[in-house]
C-alpha cells in the first residue's frame, strides 16, 4: 500500500513522548523509520507550537489527534486553533466517558453531543470520530452499543475512526463494519491480534501485535478501507511485546509488502 497515507500513532510511544527533548527524539526516530505522518495522541505538556515546529523539522505531518472529551465541550475554540496551527482537520475522542456507556439511552445522548460537537467542528472545515473499544458491543435490547451510536448519530457529523483489532476483540467482522461506515470514516487504526499460550494451565489470551504479525484479515482489511475512502491508515499498538519504535517499524514494513 502507498505508504505515505500511513500514521503512527504516537500513543504506541508515549512514554518517550512527555518532555520537549523526548518528543523531538522520537519525531526523529519514527521519521528514520519511513513513517511521513502522525497522530497526536497522550502526549505530554508540550506548547503547540513546539509540536508543530518538531514535526516540520522532522518531516513529518499531523493527521489526526485523540482529545479528551472534556476539552471537546469545554474548550472547543481553543482546540479549533490548536488544529489549525497543526494543520490537522482531524480530531478524534479515543473513548466514551463511563456513564454513557451502561444503557441504549446514554449510547443515544453521547450520539447527541458527538454530533453537535461535531457540527462545530465542521463549521471550522474539520472532522470529528470515534474510536472504538470492545465494550461497545455490549447489546442492549438486541443491538450493539457501536450500532446504537452510529445509527443515532448524524452521519455528517460524527464519523469513524475504527480500531480493527478492537472490533474484532468484542466479536466482530472489521470488514463489515468497515463497509458499514463506508463514506463516513477518513482514518482507521491498524493492529494485529495472536493467541499467547496460557501459563500454568490458563487459556490462551488474545494479545495485540504488529501489522502482519497475527491472524486478522488484513487483505481483507485493507481492500475494504480503499472502498470506503478511508485517507489515513494510523498504526496503534497499545501494548508491545518489544521496544515500541521496533513494533512500528514492522507494522510499517509489513504493511509496505502488502502494497
Request: aromatic letters at 8%; hydrophobic letters at 40%; charged letters at 25%.
Amino acid at each position: 500500500m502507498d505508504t505515505s497515507l500511513v500514521a503512527a500513532q504516537l500513543y504506541t510511544i508515549r512514554q518517550h513522548t512527555q518532555t520537549v527533548d523526548d518528543f523531538a527524539r522520537s519525531m526523529s526516530k519514527i521519521r528514520e523509520i519511513g513513517y511521513r505522518v502522525v497522530q497526536v495522541s497522550a502526549i505530554g505538556n508540550i506548547p503547540d507550537a513546539d509540536v508543530k515546529q518538531i514535526v516540520n523539522d522532522n518531516g513529518l505531518r499531523i493527521c489526526n489527534t485523540h482529545i479528551p472529551f472534556d476539552r471537546l465541550q469545554k474548550d472547543l475554540d481553543a482546540v479549533i486553533a490548536q488544529h489549525q496551527l497543526w494543520d490537522c482537520r482531524h480530531i478524534a475522542i479515543g473513548s466514551m466517558p463511563a456513564p454513557f456507556r451502561e444503557s441504549a439511552d446514554g449510547y443515544k445522548r453521547f450520539a447527541a453531543l458527538g454530533s453537535q460537537i461535531g457540527e462545530r467542528l465542521a463549521d471550522a472545515d474539520m472532522t470529528f470520530s470515534y474510536h472504538n473499544h470492545r465494550f461497545e458491543f455490549v447489546k442492549f435490547d438486541g443491538r450493539a452499543g457501536l450500532e446504537i451510536l452510529f445509527d443515532e448519530s448524524d452521519p455528517r457529523y460524527l464519523q469513524a475512526e475504527l480500531d480493527t483489532y478492537w472490533i474484532q476483540h468484542g466479536g466482530g467482522d472489521p470488514v463489515a463494519w468497515i463497509e458499514r461506515l463506508a463514506g463516513r470514516m477518513p482514518v482507521v487504526h491498524l493492529k494485529d491480534m495472536v493467541m499467547l499460550p496460557g501459563v500454568a494451565g490458563e487459556r490462551p489470551q488474545q494479545a495485540m501485535a504488529e501489522v502482519g504479525e497475527g491472524n486478522m484479515n488484513f487483505p481483507g482489511i485493507l481492500a475494504a478501507c480503499q472502498r470506503a475512502g478511508v485517507e489515513w491508515y494510523a498504526v496503534e499498538q497499545d501494548i508491545c511485546q518489544r521496544d515500541p519504535f521496533e513494533s512500528l517499524a514492522i507494522s510499517f514494513a509489513n504493511l509496505a509488502a502488502m502494497g
